[in-house]
């Protein structure tokens, strides 16, 4: 069995055929050596609906499968009972019915800690096609949870049109996600709270209805713009230090002032870092799945 190799898109959830309003946007795609694919993708429509899809390809033949919610949901905890499945021996499924696109098919073996996948696309009845399999090299399988919790991501949209309706989202998220999936969310929540203090009817309406990875790119321009505003701030600091130490330096300038000088350093240094890091990571982001919607 050919080994498959991957491409991950997870942090700029972009796709070049991508456009706002409609079209598809790739999470995460893979390689079977150079047999077969499959892709991880996010459809979507001008309406907002949206839909996360499996396409397989082997060619000569191959194409998407349609997951609704449920579908999604049961194929979900599949990849998450396989690794706790019998050491050495195959662990199988029940089919996956996607209704309009076939059934999935799935088993795995675990060996340890490597875990064998195969995923097979089942025509539908009546259809000519044979079953589309693909083969997910056991260095793959983390790799294919990091880009399942993506995808999940990229389907919720926010509700916050009260704090009472936002608390109650970000406790149902806390059921679906870990802290550390979490983790940049809250985060960027913080940084649109440093925005808008003491408004938070307008941090609630700037959210809302918006997707989870909008709300995060949001949180990272605030944080930017927060950072951006503060280094002069801090490079004044430095320099009125760096005056004062350059005037005293002849009589012996005082510890109170070097130690000042130092740790204003250092913030400035720390400001610099942060605001290359949200600028990386909004350069990442550049093509999020779903653009803020106009209000």
């Known amino acids: 069995m050919a080994l498959s190799g ?3 898109l997870l942090a700029g959830l972009s796709s070049p055929n991508a456009r706002a309003g409609s079209g598809y946007k790739d999470i995460a795609y893979f390689e079977e050596g150079r047999v077969a694919t499959l892709a991880i993708v996010v459809e979507y429509q001008p309406d907002g609906s949206r839909s996360i899809n499996l396409h397989f390809r082997r060619s000569p033949y191959g194409g998407p499968m349609f997951f609704h919610e449920k579908e999604w949901k049961l194929f979900s905890d599949n990849l998450n009972r396989v690794k706790g499945g019998p050491d050495g021996r195959e662990q199988t ?7 309009s696109s076939g059934l999935l098919r799935m088993s795995s073996v675990r060996h340890g800690g490597a875990i064998s996948l195969t995923l097979i696309r089942q025509p539908d009845k009546g259809d000519s096609y044979p079953p589309v399999p693909f083969h997910l090299a056991p260095a793959d399988f983390d790799s294919l949870l990091k880009a399942m919790v993506v995808a999940a991501k990229a389907n919720i949209i926010v509700s916050a049109a009260s704090a009472d309706e936002f608390a109650r989202f970000r406790a149902d998220l806390g059921t679906r996600f870990t802290p550390a999936q979490l983790e940049e969310f809250d985060i960027t929540i913080q940084e649109l709270q440093l925005a808008a203090p003491g408004r938070e009817a307008n941090l609630l309406a700037g959210v809302n209805r918006k997707t989870f990875p909008d709300v995060v790119v949001l949180g990272w321009r605030a944080r930017k713009d927060r950072l951006i505003r503060e280094i002069p701030g801090a490079i004044r600091l430095v320099n009125e230090d760096t005056a004062e130490a350059a005037k005293t330096a002849a009589t012996g300038t005082p510890e109170a002032v070097t130690r000042r000088l130092a740790s204003e350093k250092e913030v400035l240094a720390k400001l610099r870092r942060d605001r ?19 209000n």
């Open 93 to 99: 499924f029940a089919d996956i019915d996607t209704l």
């Open 276 to 294: 290359d890091d949200a600028l990386r990571r909004l350069t990442e982001m550049d093509e999020v799945i779903g653009r803020p919607q106009e």
């Open 6 to 8: 991957i491409v991950l």
